[in-house]
Nanobody, 126 residues
Framework: QVQLVESGGGSVQAGGSLRLSCEASEYSYSSACRAWFRQAPGKEREGVAFIDRRSEYTYYIDSVKGRFTLSQDNAKNTLYLQMDSLKPEDTAMYYC???????????????????WGQGTQVTVSS
């Protein structure tokens, strides 16, 4: 059983930056596919970005491309989401998720991610 713990959320002004961290309790092939989702109040959960750790392939939704960057520290079993040029519309609870493999179009298949963190709040003010 992989446990995921997010951290790094907070409140920033528009244009600011935050770096979210998602630490896994162990390095496991059960978490080879890792993703970030977010959910704003009154809105549906939205996939933001994912990485296939085997191939190191990454993908971002259009609204965050060029502003958000995934990276990983395998020694620390940690996935990072660097968020720059933040906008008020980025305000949401951000969740880290993991699965043994990346399904096709993983950001639209949240239900196929077996492991989830507790979430970390990101608030961007204008």
């Amino acid at each position: 059983q992989v446990q995921l713990v997010e951290s790094g959320g907070g409140s920033v002004q528009a244009g600011g930056s935050l770096r979210l961290s998602c630490e896994a309790s162990e390095y496991s092939y059960s978490s080879a596919c890792r993703a970030w989702f977010r959910q704003a109040p009154g809105k549906e959960r939205e996939g933001v970005a994912f990485i296939d750790r085997r191939s190191e392939y990454t993908y971002y939704i259009d609204s965050v491309k060029g502003r958000f960057t995934l990276s990983q520290d395998n020694a620390k079993n940690t996935l990072y989401l660097q968020m720059d040029s933040l906008k008020p519309e980025d305000t949401a609870m951000y969740y880290c998720a993991a699965s043994a493999w990346c399904p096709k179009d993983p950001l639209s298949r949240a239900n196929e991610f077996r492991f989830w963190g507790q979430g970390t709040q990101v608030t961007v003010s204008s």
